[in-house]
């Protein structure tokens, strides 16, 4: 009743259409038969009133995960980033955190890909840096490069986000989302419903350090196959030259795999 009333509200202000947008505060189960049935309530009156019903494709934003559909089902699934650290895991994971803004929270859930010893000169440039075992003593710093998982939080429904670099993930999202509108509201595709509108997909936000002494967590946006694939086309191999991601060469030297 109180849609149906918002939507002739918004008729008698002259709008001509309205997104069904979900947001902070939802009561009713995401894309379960009653919220459908409040969606094709919504797209009738829209019809009814000669407007035109946009549909969205997320709970909240943003888009991806579909309320924390996808990721509940395969953990593979989830956001993925590599996490450069001076600390090395000790397997103590992390709850599910709050908001969505922790998706670079560290969760020590995650696999051991490689260390470094990262060796700087007096001006802050890489003067070496050496793949090392993760018992082997450094000359400089020792860095720990770990396959990460995005954790779980209240924003996603006690869920995490999801590795939209991951084509199999993203056909899962489409699946769930929009075949399900089609299924509902399709009759009405290209009519009534013009449009979905999707809210900025993401990947893990890159953590840079501010100065070339900082021993803060530094991160990079990740995928499994992301390695391998660089590879493939670059010749390059990415794994071993990411200091060079975060550190400055000497003065006059290039990094051609930055």
Same mark, same amino acid.
């Not at 995005?150 to 993203?170: C, E, G, H, R, V």
């Not at 660089?230 to 794994?239: A, N, P, S």
């Given at each position: 009743?109180?849609?149906?009333?918002?939507?002739?509200?918004?008729?008698?202000?002259?709008?001509?259409?309205?997104?069904?947008?979900?947001?902070?505060?939802?009561?009713?189960?995401?894309?379960?038969?009653?919220?459908?049935?409040?969606?094709?309530?919504?797209?009738?009156?829209?019809?009814?009133?000669?407007?035109?019903?946009?549909?969205?494709?997320?709970?909240?934003?943003?888009?991806?995960?579909?309320?924390?559909?996808?990721?509940?089902?395969?953990?593979?699934?989830?956001?993925?980033?590599?996490?450069?650290?001076?600390?090395?895991?000790?397997?103590?994971?992390?709850?599910?955190?709050?908001?969505?803004?922790?998706?670079?929270?560290?969760?020590?859930?995650?696999?051991?890909?490689?260390?470094?010893?990262?060796?700087?000169?007096?001006?802050?440039?890489?003067?070496?840096?050496?793949?090392?075992?993760?018992?082997?003593?450094?000359?400089?710093?020792?860095?720990?490069?770990?396959?990460?998982?995005?954790?779980?939080?209240?924003?996603?429904?006690?869920?995490?986000?999801?590795?939209?670099?991951?084509?199999?993930?993203?056909?899962?999202?489409?699946?769930?989302?929009?075949? /399900?509108?089609?299924?509902?509201? =399709?009759? $009405?595709?290209?009519?009534? &419903? #013009?449009?979905? !509108?999707?809210?900025? @997909?993401?990947?893990?936000?890159?953590?840079?350090?501010?100065?070339?002494?900082?021993?803060?967590?530094?991160?990079?946006?990740?995928?499994?196959?992301?390695?391998? /694939?660089?590879?493939?086309?670059? =010749?390059? $191999?990415?794994?071993?030259? &990411? #200091?060079?991601? !975060?550190?400055?060469? @000497?003065?006059?030297?290039?990094?051609?795999?930055?």
């Amino acid at each position: 009743d109180e849609l149906l009333r918002q939507i002739d509200v918004f008729k008698k202000m002259g709008f001509g259409g309205f997104h069904m947008h979900v947001r902070t505060g939802l009561e009713t189960e995401y894309l379960s038969d009653e919220f459908m049935d409040y969606i094709k309530a919504c797209v009738k009156k829209a019809k009814d009133n000669n407007m035109l019903s946009y549909l969205y494709d997320e709970d909240r934003w943003p888009s991806g995960a579909a309320g924390g559909i996808v990721t509940k089902e395969k953990d593979e699934y989830r956001q993925r980033m590599l996490r450069i650290t001076t600390v090395p895991y000790t397997s103590k994971k992390l709850g599910v955190v709050a908001g969505h803004e922790g998706s670079n929270a560290r969760t020590e859930d995650g696999e051991l890909i490689t260390c470094f010893d990262i060796v700087l000169d007096q001006d802050g440039y890489l003067k070496s840096y050496n793949q090392i075992g993760f018992d082997d003593i450094s000359d400089g710093t020792k860095w720990y490069v770990y396959l990460d998982k995005s954790p779980k939080a209240t924003w996603f429904n006690n869920q995490s986000y999801i590795d939209t670099l991951n084509k199999d993930a993203m056909d899962r999202f489409i699946e769930i989302t929009y075949e /399900t509108y089609l299924k509902n509201c =399709g009759k $009405d595709f290209g009519k009534t &419903i #013009p449009s979905i !509108f999707t809210d900025e @997909p993401q990947f893990s936000h890159k953590r840079r350090i501010d100065y070339p002494t900082d021993k803060e967590d530094i991160t990079l946006p990740w995928t499994p196959d992301l390695a391998k /694939t660089f590879k493939e086309t670059y =010749g390059e $191999d990415l794994i071993a030259g &990411i #200091p060079e991601l !975060f550190w400055n060469l @000497p003065k006059g030297k290039v990094s051609t795999i930055r």
